[in-house]
């Protein structure tokens, strides 16, 4: 069993969906009147942009994008890959970026740098967590749901080697699952 894997909870189901509702309510008074474009970056965020875009009482757009800097381990490369580029064009956008997590930074300093060259009105990052210890380049989360201590975890969206995707809650991995390999 998936949970058999797990050291112990960090994020219950609860907490998840009270915060999403609360960061939905922020994002919908500050996007008022604005043209707001949802950007999930894949696969990790997928579950948090679902909820998060229903907490958004406001019209807007989505677009997805794919990028890789990972292989199986638990460390980013550095290396951004673009695996899938956005379909829409950004002109005038107010793009909010929605990440799982925010660890050393590397992946969104690179993706903000990138989509900012292509006539975005503005660009802000919301992710659901965030581990600042381990934070290389200089970025701030605008809407960040929980500040988490520096664990590998999974479950929500995020992965260990493509799995654990589907726990609903955020846990931290057993160490022993990644060291063992
Ligand atoms: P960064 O470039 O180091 O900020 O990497 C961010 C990406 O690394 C996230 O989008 C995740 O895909 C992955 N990542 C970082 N920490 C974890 C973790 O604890 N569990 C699962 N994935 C993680
Ligand atoms: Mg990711």
């Known amino acids: 069993m998936m ?27 500050d996007y008022q009147g604005k043209n707001l474009l949802m950007v999930s970056v894949l696969k990790g965020s997928v579950i948090f942009m679902a909820d998060l875009m229903r907490a958004v009482d406001l019209p807007c757009t989505i677009d997805f994008m794919c990028v890789s800097s990972y292989g199986s381990g638990t460390r980013t490369s550095g ?11 950004l002109h005038g956008k107010d793009l909010l970026i929605v990440e799982d997590i925010l660890d050393s930074g590397k992946t969104l300093h690179y993706i903000t740098k990138m989509l900012s060259d292509r006539g975005t009105a503005s660009i802000r990052i919301a992710t659901l967590l965030d581990k600042p210890e381990r934070r290389v ?4 989360p605008d809407y960040s749901g929980f500040v988490i201590p520096d664990k590998f975890v999974v ?27």
């Open 3 to 29: 949970k058999n894997d797990i050291e112990r909870v960090l994020v219950s189901e609860e907490e998840l969906k009270a915060k999403v509702q609360e960061l939905g309510a922020q994002i919908t008074r």
């Open 79 to 89: 290396v951004v890959k673009i695996i899938k580029d956005l379909d829409i064009d």
């Open 137 to 140: 380049a200089p970025l701030t």
């Open 155 to 181: 479950g929500y969206g995020l992965d260990y080697d493509e799995r654990y995707r589907n726990l609903p809650y955020i846990g931290v991995l057993k160490p022993e699952v990644y060291e063992n390999k």
